[in-house]
């Protein structure tokens, strides 16, 4: 953590800077937290109604925040909440559709104007939505992100052991839909 | 069409873009939002509030049950009192108050 961002947590406690404050931490967050959030739900449309929850709880929550974590960390842990949650709302509205909420997703992603991938990263996507949700999230976090264990451990708390066991099984089970296409 | 190719090829570049200028909009857009909106939180004078209201609450429920009883009991004081009048003919009770004013 930066001396600013230090500094700025600090102000966050003093109600005249408060505002202030949390605005810089959004301008320092919002595009590690923006990238974090679009990996899950794909849409720029979608990804930006949950960062625009995630910062407003993170507002409104403040008296929460009670400094034993890194900020970031916490902003972290609200944004994921907040991604998981979207999608098990999105998920409830699509129970009367008969294609899953991971075929809605690729479908709405081949037609993005805002997906700027080749075949072969579509194919990564592809690979990436038939995991389950929790291990989509580990695998984009160390995959994409570079993310260590220990922080990603601090946000999802969960411990080092099951993310790298989670993330392992993961790599194996994208390189096995990776050779079946081949097949 | 593209060969398969393993991770390590693909690369960890992500394969999506957003439209110009949003994160300058996004983070203008947000400070507007808050600086009208004031974080809700509960101060140390609000909760000191809710909790004398409370005891206010249960001094008032309290008094409230007290009158109740209380009259509950007159009641049935004065039902005794006519339960006992009821058994005693006129004349014991005219001899009765006569007895007492000659003492």
């Known amino acids: 953590m930066t001396a600013s961002e230090t500094e700025l947590q600090l102000q966050l406690k003093d ?9 810089a931490l959004v301008r320092l967050y919002q595009e ?6 679009r990996k899950m739900v794909l849409s720029h449309e979608d990804a930006n109604d949950v960062l625009q929850n995630t910062f407003m709880k993170g507002w409104n929550g403040l008296d929460n925040f009670r400094g034993d974590a890194q900020f970031s960390t916490w902003l972290y842990r609200i944004a994921t909440n907040e991604t998981l949650s979207f999608l ?3 998920r409830l509205r699509n129970l009367q559709s008969l294609g899953s909420i991971e075929d809605n997703l690729l479908h709405n992603l081949q037609s993005d104007s805002h997906f700027i991938g080749n075949e072969a990263q579509l194919k990564l996507q592809k690979a990436i939505l038939t995991l389950p949700e929790k291990q989509r999230l580990v695998f984009n976090m160390k995959y994409f992100e ?3 264990y220990d922080q990603m451990s601090e946000i999802l708390e969960t411990s080092s052991g099951a993310l790298k066991a989670s993330y392992h099984h993961a790599v194996k089970k994208i390189e096995k839909y990776f050779n079946e296409e081949l097949d | 069409m593209e060969p398969n190719k ?11 873009k957003v439209p110009e200028n949003y994160f ?7 400070e507007e939002t808050i600086a009208a909106k004031k974080p809700r939180h509960i101060t140390l004078r609000k909760k000191w509030m809710s909790i004398a209201a409370m005891f206010i609450g249960i001094l008032v429920l309290g008094q409230l049950l007290y009158k109740l009883y209380d009259k509950q009991t007159v009641n049935k004081q004065d039902n005794y009192e006519a339960y006992v009048l009821m ?3 006129e004349a014991s009770l005219v001899d009765c108050y006569v007895n007492n004013s000659s003492k």
């Not at chain 1, 109600?15 to 605005?23: C, M, Q």
């Open chain 2, 24 to 30: 300058d909009q996004f983070a203008s857009q947000f």
């Open chain 2, 87 to 89: 058994q005693v003919d």
């Open chain 1, 146 to 148: 570079e993310i260590t």
């Open chain 2, 6 to 16: 393993t991770l390590e090829q693909i690369g960890t570049e992500l394969p999506f």
């Open chain 1, 15 to 23: 109600s005249h800077k408060r505002a202030g404050a949390f605005s």
């Open chain 1, 88 to 90: 098990s709302n999105k």
């Open chain 1, 32 to 37: 590690r937290l923006y990238w974090h959030i």
